[in-house]
């Protein structure tokens, strides 16, 4: 209650009733304080469900008996964490998309907006110690793989604080066990048969997470891999992003046969429902399971969608409908699925996902702050890292009189 108004009331009212009101003001105020805050302490710690089980889609097989099971268990503190690493890049693309849009981001960008559930399922079932190589769709994994945001943002915007020191972009992220973010369209299959050649090798029980894009699915040396895998039996997770469109073009259009995990032939498939955070994560636990019991490989098939067009370059809407693009998003995307599932088995509290909503709206805003300040790397710097462990060399510069030095 202000002064003047207390003033006021103290002047009108005869002071007994001056003090009842003032007694009913100051209980009931404390009252709401003291049960409000009473029940908000009491569903923080009691009255969430702290387990439950939901029925997922079952898969479609390929030379397989079974699948994986057809229910997922999720903890409580599962759920915000898959929520929060989906919500995180979510922001974090829709931040490139603002940067690319006033001309801060250059090139090439390929954003993972509508596919987070891939991503946050898929790390959610391996080890830290496995190893994931992708294609250039690769912020997402670039984060759930430990980079932070900011190194990212700085990446894309060319800066010397981005993860690749600013001289790869948005196709060239690197982490321990991820190998990319590679531009060249399929060329990262046979890389990852490769480094599942290795993991078998050291006999460390690792297996290789090797993404693609159903745009990639035709390529000859997918089946190349494919066919070495097969018959070496490597620990290789293979699996195909297939998120609707090649660049501007249906699968039904690219393909002839639109059953990606049918292709691998002799190599056991199954086909997940990618928008699902949970289909993905049992799934991949499935696979895993397989590769590592010394199987041999597995292909699995996402089905997801991206909701921006193939880059940056393409809007997206020529090749299909907006009306597409808002049906997927009211009905299928993979945030608002595990956030009403949280919430409808009462896990979880709208005001704790505002919260973490907050929390990460203001994370990539300082990471776009970082990103747009930090100085690019210096001409000096061009060459550098271009071996490991070397001990500087001389490398010709853009001219044969200029010589620059390249430290590891």
């Avoid at 709401?32 to 097989?61: E, H, M, N, W, Y």
């Avoid at 903890?75 to 995180?88: A, N, V």
């Avoid at 995307?333 to 005001?351: C, F, G, T, Y």
């Amino acid at each position: 209650m202000s002064a003047c108004l207390l003033a006021f009331a103290t002047a009108v009212l005869e002071p007994v009733k001056l003090q009842w009101l003032f007694n009913d003001f100051i209980l009931g105020y404390f009252q709401d304080v003291l049960l409000g805050s009473r029940v908000v302490v009491s569903r923080s710690f009691a009255d969430f469900t702290p387990q439950a089980t939901f029925d997922i889609k079952k898969c479609d097989v390929h030379r397989l008996e079974e699948g994986p099971p057809v229910k997922a268990t999720l903890t409580r503190d599962q759920g915000l964490q898959y929520y929060r690493i989906m919500q995180t890049v979510r922001r974090m693309e829709l931040k490139a998309d603002q940067l690319y849009k006033q001309k801060i981001i250059r090139g090439f960008c390929h954003l993972y907006d509508g596919q987070e559930a891939c991503a946050a399922g898929i790390e959610a079932a391996i080890n830290p110690s496995d190893h994931l190589i992708t294609a250039y769709r690769a912020h997402g994994y670039t984060y759930t793989r430990g980079v932070a945001i900011k190194e990212i943002l700085a990446e894309l915007t060319g800066r010397k604080g981005g993860v690749a020191k600013g001289k790869g972009g948005s196709m060239h992220m690197y982490a321990p066990h991820f190998y990319g973010g590679n531009g060249i369209v399929g060329a990262q299959v046979p890389l990852g048969a490769g480094i599942a050649l290795a993991c078998q090798y050291q006999g460390n029980n690792q297996v290789c997470v090797t993404l693609y894009g159903d745009g990639a699915a035709n390529q000859g040396q997918l089946f190349e891999a494919f066919n070495m895998a097969a018959l070496w039996k490597l620990p290789c997770i293979f699996i195909c992003e297939n998120n609707k469109y090649g660049m501007g073009t249906s699968v039904e259009r690219a393909s002839a046969s639109t059953d990606y995990y049918k292709r691998g032939d002799f190599i056991p498939g199954l086909r997940v429902d990618g928008m699902d955070v949970l289909c993905v994560r049992e799934a991949t636990q499935f696979a895993a399971d397989h590769c590592r019991s010394g199987k041999g490989p597995i292909v699995m098939e996402l089905q997801t969608y991206r909701y921006h067009g193939h880059s940056m370059s393409d809007p997206g809407v020529s090749y299909r409908t907006r009306e597409e693009i808002q049906e997927v998003r009211s009905k299928s995307d993979p945030i608002s699925l595990l956030k009403d599932r949280m919430l409808s088995n009462n896990m979880a509290a709208v005001e704790e996902f505002k919260e973490i909503d907050i929390a990460i709206r203001k994370e990539v805003e300082e990471a776009a702050q970082y990103a747009t300040s930090d100085p690019e790397p210096p001409l000096e710097e061009l060459c550098n890292h271009i071996f490991k462990n070397d001990p500087p060399l001389e490398v010709r510069g853009t001219h044969p009189w200029a010589t620059l030095k390249s430290v590891s």
